[in-house]
């Protein structure tokens, strides 16, 4: 990626911390916003018509990273691993004890565990480059650097600010969204509940269907119909759910990719769980699953120093192995709850099958009624998106009983506990002037 790309992606993700991290209260500098890195590149240098396949580009990896980091920290809180090392501030979100004081998931980078500030970088960037092309014309933006089209960037910058609202509203209890104005400006936002998330996410899907479609651009339509769906299903609009995952084709398959050549751009999966990274071992309910959509190894190697033994998953092979984003196999078991959540339990049954099949469990799922059938879909959705960044949201959603239960020894000292929800960090409260601390 060239060296204006990175400088692009760093404007944004800087103008993004001075909105959520800078303390409120300093001493030895009353102003932190006044003071300009040497390294910061002036965005008025930047954001400019010529420049819009950059930023686009900058805008779409910065929510990769933060993607691929949610996918892991949220799949440390929902089971799908454990933390097996010692480093202690990692502790609080595999042992479901989380607090708004914690700082790994508020503060850190995509690169180094963090969660919130990664996700509302990706969230801003692409908010801000949809801004900019809607502030300027076809022709500025044509003439650039790629000759990109204007119409479809703004779909792009819509379908990727959407899907960053959808792990936003799944991972955190409430959350504040505050916004970078074009002038740099703040505006702040207020505490809001999850729902109210996933409503602006379905706002950010509706508008980038309409622009993908007028772009003609397939591949961000069905992106923003299975997003949508997403959301839809996250507030219990199963018919819209059902009505948009409909729209996808057998095959899709949408990745946020992965590469070795700097750290923003690894396979985290890989980096924290494989068979030579031993950060993350797989949590318990999967090490036996024998499904070939769960695969994992158990290693040769001792227990790590805190006693876990390591089982490493074999679905990311390398640190260059793409992470599914939205793909035709989710599509299918929206439709598939849709039906079940409105008791059609004779059109879900091909799809749970099929599902099945594709595991390698060869008996046909046999139960009769609803409640039969919704547990077996949270099952086929545990193995069918393993490691993919819903299981999280889905433990909240269907309320899931997880293992180790609460109470349970934890083997880095304390039990479980039960905070499954993110909370929202401190980081925000003490920098919002319309949230309470």
């Not at 219990?236 to 009505?243: Q, R, V």
């Not at 990274?277 to 070939?292: H, I, K, Q, T, W």
Request: hydrophobic content about 35%; aromatic content about 8%; some cysteine.
């Amino acid at each position: 990626m060239s060296s204006l790309n990175r400088k692009a992606r760093w404007t944004l993700r800087t103008t993004v911390a001075a909105l959520f991290l800078v303390p409120a209260a300093c001493d030895t500098l009353r102003n932190p916003l006044e003071v300009e890195p040497a390294s910061r590149i002036p965005a008025v240098g930047l954001e400019t018509p010529p420049n819009a396949l950059l930023l686009s580009n900058g805008a779409i990896g910065d929510f990769e990273c933060a993607f691929k980091s949610y996918t892991g920290q949220g799949g440390l809180v929902g089971e799908e691993f454990i933390y097996a090392q010692q480093t202690a501030s990692r502790t609080p979100y595999d042992r479901r004890n989380t607090t708004k004081d914690d700082s790994d998931y508020a503060v850190n980078s995509c690169t180094g565990t963090g969660v919130y500030t990664p996700l509302q970088t990706a969230r801003q960037s692409n908010e801000n480059v949809l801004a900019l092309l809607k502030s300027w014309t076809d022709a500025d933006v044509t003439a650039g650097l790629g000759a990109p089209n204007r119409t479809n960037l703004m779909a792009i910058a819509a379908a990727y600010a959407g899907y960053s609202y959808v792990l936003l509203g799944e991972g955190f209890c409430t959350m504040a969204i505050s916004m970078v104005n074009l002038d740099k400006s703040l505006t702040y936002g207020g505490e809001i509940q999850r729902d109210s998330v996933f409503k602006r996410a379905i706002a950010m899907f509706t508008e980038a269907i309409a622009t993908a479609t007028t772009a003609n651009n397939t591949d961000i339509l069905r992106m923003a119909y299975l997003g949508r769906a997403r959301a839809r299903l996250n507030i219990a609009d199963y018919a819209g759910a059902k009505a948009d995952a409909q729209q996808i084709p057998v095959g899709y398959n949408k990745v946020a990719s992965s590469s070795s050549t700097a750290a923003n751009r690894n396979n985290r999966i890989f980096v924290e769980n494989s068979e030579a990274n031993r950060s993350f071992s797989v949590g318990e309910p999967y090490r036996s699953m024998g499904d070939a959509r769960v695969p994992v190894t158990k290693s040769t190697q001792p227990p790590s120093a805190t006693g876990v033994p390591h089982f490493y998953q074999t679905k990311y092979p390398t640190v260059e192995t793409p992470l599914p984003l939205a793909t035709y196999d989710e599509a299918q078991l929206i439709i598939a709850e849709a039906d079940i959540r409105a008791n059609s339990l004779g059109t879900a049954l091909p799809i749970i099958n099929a599902s099945r099949t594709r595991g390698g469990q060869t008996v046909p799922f046999t139960g009769t009624t609803q409640a039969e059938y919704l547990a077996e879909l949270i099952d086929q959705r545990r193995r069918e998106l393993f490691a993919e960044s819903h299981h999280l949201g889905d433990v909240i959603r269907y309320n899931i009983a997880l293992k180790p239960a609460a109470g349970t020894p934890y083997h880095f000292g304390g039990t479980y506990a039960n905070q499954i929800c993110l909370p929202l960090p401190s980081a925000e409260r003490l920098n919002n002037p319309l949230i309470g601390s």
